[in-house]
Every structure is written in structure tokens, then in C-alpha cells.
DNA sequence: ACTACTATGCCACTGAGTGGCACTTCTTGA
DNA sequence: TCAAGAAGTGCCACTCAGTGGCATAGTAGT
């Protein structure tokens, strides 16, 4: 296990809270590098967790799955997104909050999170399995928004449709985005080249990714009225 | 394994097919007994495997997973409805053609998948490793129709993302219409009570959850303009 | 009947995930 | 400062889905 300088946000943690979110950080960074190197089926629990010098019992008590602690970043990106939902106002158009607060959650994580975000999602990509359980978290997530949402808006259960739908179609936005991000990068989308932007953090650069969100979200209203000859 | 009174299109398959579909459908009847007599969880794959006689080897020749077998009558619902999208002619709004689409699946399978599809989706309510292959099934069916449109519609990569979040709307639709049907049995829906509509098959049967479709797929377009004060 | 072919059975095996208990390490309160 | 007590960890045996390989039995075509 490295040591690294903690931050003060660590500091103020309990020593033994401190050592915990160590190793787990610990374990998705070994995953990571494990299964980009030699693939996530190739590569099993018992050597991840020599790697750590962790025993597979201890990786239970952080992880849920294999298959999470190799999309921890995105889980990360999760629990911000449904955090940053429940601390914000919410007032107007209800589809423009969760894209608002979608792109907030992805500004807050930092650049660090975004070199980790790149490479699992690439993973994520070219494993099916890792392709399964995210589109599954993704789904997940979006009965923890409404929930808080219901909470926001006081709706009873006859409206409730109304705002499932409208999670469903947020988090089809993501998939869609996050689906392009990754596989289509000659693309320029319907706001124009990029060149002109100024600064962006570099090709996959979570500028890039708000970006195709953006483009996303803002196609939902037309895919309704999609029409054939 | 049970006999039963050949339908003709069984007839006109060779022997082997014949047999194959026999031992298939013993699998996911003595599955869904099993299951909700005992518990999904708690019925091990060899036990399923001893009471229809057959193999464990021969189990997995005919469904992926354990889960798979527990929701056949979905999967069989998934396989029709994109059969039919397959078949018919496109012209008109897509939102409407997938969704009368969906409805022309369910009417055309007749009572006896009724009474399994109704118990399937109560066994997969109460359990939770069954709800999310549930889910991930509906959003993996979203890929074939959009396969299937984009050779109707012969669209480019551009059009892709619009197409694509029609496939999500939809079957998110499905989804709420899906969820609905099983909770809520008092419910009213916007088309006001349903005394009034002459035959039905019965509670719980698919011309209710037929409504439930219609419903939720009617709800799209105001839950995108839903506005908070 | 003889030969493809293909479905099935059998069996050993992998590997994820769990339960239980002993052990170590941190926290807390007197 | 030191003794509980709590919380985290390691070890080990176990369950059970799912797979690979090969022998066998039943089916289709000649």
C-alpha cells in the first residue's frame, strides 16, 4: 500500500476511516491497472488482492463485485451526481436540473478522476460484462434521483410516472453520451468544432464528456418526434 | 418431461427441434414451480435440473443463467416484439410505431403466457437479482430495435443519437408500465375506470397491462416539460 | 443398414462470493 | 495511562453457478 499526502478532508477523518479508504483506493487502482493490462476475465480476485496484500474476505467488505471495484470511478461519479441532487434547489424545468447537476457532479471530481474515468470506461467498453453492470448502476441510480426528487417536489404516487420517466430518459442521455465519448472521438457535434473552445482538458477530457451530455440531453425533445417517410 | 397435444407449427419442425423445445419449456415451468414455491435463491440449479430430469450440461444449452430460465416468459415477450418491429412497415411518428408495435407483441401470445408472465413478474418483484437482469434484459432488446430501425430508416451515425434515446424512451415506458401493472392494482389511470370497458381478460391480465403501456408511453411527453415552483 | 450429425450425460474443474471465528488495531472513557 | 469494547482484518472451509472435454445415444440422410 503507498502512502500519499493525505488532504485535509482526510485529516479530519478517524485514522481507522483514514486506513480504510486507503485500501480501498488501494484495490481500484490495482484493479484498474490489473484488468487494462491483462484483462477483467483473465485476471481473478485472488491475484487482485495479493496484489494489494489484502485478504479476499476484506475485499468483500469493500467492494460489492468484481465487476465494481473495477467501474469505481463511475460509482464515484454516482454517489456525487445523487449528492450534488440532493443538496441543490430546485426550481423550473425539472430535465434541465438533472443535466445541470449531472454536468455539476462531473465538474466537481477533479482531474485525477478523470484519467481514471477515461481508462475504465475504455475498459468498460470492450468487456461485456463490465458493459452489463454499468448500464445496471446507471439504472440503479436513477431510483436513488427520483426518490430524492419525490422527496424535493412532494409528489404523489400519481405523478410518479411523470418523474420516472423522466430519470429513465436522463440516465438514457448519460449512456447515450457516455456511449460516444468514448467510441466516436472524430465527432463534431451539432454546437460546432472544438478548436474554437479555448480551454478544454485535452481528447476524453471530461470537458469533451460535458460536452456530449449537453448534446444529449438537448436531442431528447426532437428523438420524440422522430418521423419516418 | 409432460406431454402435450402438438400445435401444428410444432408438427412441422424435425423430431429433434421438437424434443429441444419440449425439454425447454419443462425447464422454465418446473423453474417458475420451483421458484415460487421455494425461492429463487434457495433453489439450487440441481435441484431444477433433477426434477425435469435432465443434465445441468443440458440446462445451460438452453438458457444463459440461472435468472434467464426464471424469466423466460419475458424473454419470449422480447424475442415477439422484435420480431414484429422486424415485420411490419414503418411510416409515421417512431414513438408510435414502437409502442403499437410493443402492444401487437402482447396481444400475440395468447393466455397461456399471460398466466406465466403474471407469475414471473411477481417472482422477479420480490427478487432482487431478478429485477436487474429484468432490467438490463429491456435495455439490451433496446439495442436489437435500434439495429432493426436503423435498417428501416437507413440512417447515418449522426441521426444514431436521437434513434438511440427513442430505443431508451421506450422501453423505459415499458418499464414504469411494467412496474405499475404488478404494484398497483387500484390504481386509475388517466383513461378513467375500467368497468366500463366490457372484456378483459381479469385482473392482472394483458389488456390491463396493455393500458398500462398505452399510459405510460402517453405520459412522455408532459413528464419532459415537468417543472418544479 | 451405414454413416453424418447433433443433442445429451457425466465428471472434474474454476472462480466468485459467503459464514464463522480468531486475531489485531484503533478508540474511548475512567 | 490503561483497560475494556468496538471495529477491521485474516484465514479457511464451504456453496454453487457456470465451463470444458469427451463418451454415448438418438436422429437424419443415403
Chains 1, 2 share one sequence.
Not at 410516472?161 to 472524430?186: T, Y
Not at 465527432?187 to 449537453?214: A, F, N
Request: charge should be neutral; include cysteine; aromatic fraction near 6%.
Amino acid at each position: 500500500m503507498t502512502m500519499s499526502t493525505p488532504t485535509p478532508a482526510e485529516r479530519a477523518l478517524p485514522l481507522r476511516e483514514r486506513k480504510k479508504l486507503r485500501t480501498r483506493k488501494a484495490l481500484a487502482d490495482a484493479a484498474l491497472r490489473l484488468f487494462l493490462d491483462r484483462g477483467f476475465q483473465e485476471t481473478t480476485l485472488d491475484e487482485l488482492v495479493d496484489a494489494v496484500e489484502v485478504s479476499k474476505r476484506t475485499f468483500f467488505r469493500m467492494y460489492e463485485s468484481k465487476e465494481d471495484v473495477a467501474m469505481a470511478a463511475e460509482l464515484e461519479l454516482w454517489d456525487a451526481y445523487v449528492a450534488e441532487v440532493a443538496a441543490r434547489e430546485l426550481h423550473g424545468p425539472v430535465l434541465d436540473f438533472l443535466r445541470e447537476t449531472l454536468v455539476a457532479a462531473i465538474t466537481g471530481l477533479g482531474e485525477d478522476w478523470d484519467r481514471r474515468f477515461l481508462a475504465t470506461r475504455g475498459l468498460i467498453a470492450r468487456t461485456p460484462v463490465l458493459w452489463d453492470r454499468s448500464l445496471l448502476r446507471s439504472i440503479t441510480v436513477q431510483a436513488r434521483l427520483v426518490n430524492e426528487l419525490e422527496t424535493k417536489l412532494g409528489v404523489d404516487s400519481r405523478d410518479d410516472v411523470r418523474l420516472r420517466l423522466l430519470g429513465e430518459v436522463s440516465l438514457a442521455a448519460w449512456r447515450c453520451a457516455a456511449k460516444n465519448w468514448i467510441s466516436g472521438r472524430g465527432y463534431d457535434g451539432p454546437q460546432g468544432p472544438r478548436e474554437k473552445l479555448g480551454h478544454w482538458k485535452g481528447p476524453g477530457g471530461s470537458t469533451q464528456l460535458i460536452r456530449r451530455v449537453e448534446d444529449a440531453f438537448h436531442a431528447i425533445p426532437d428523438s420524440l418526434t422522430l418521423t419516418a417517410p
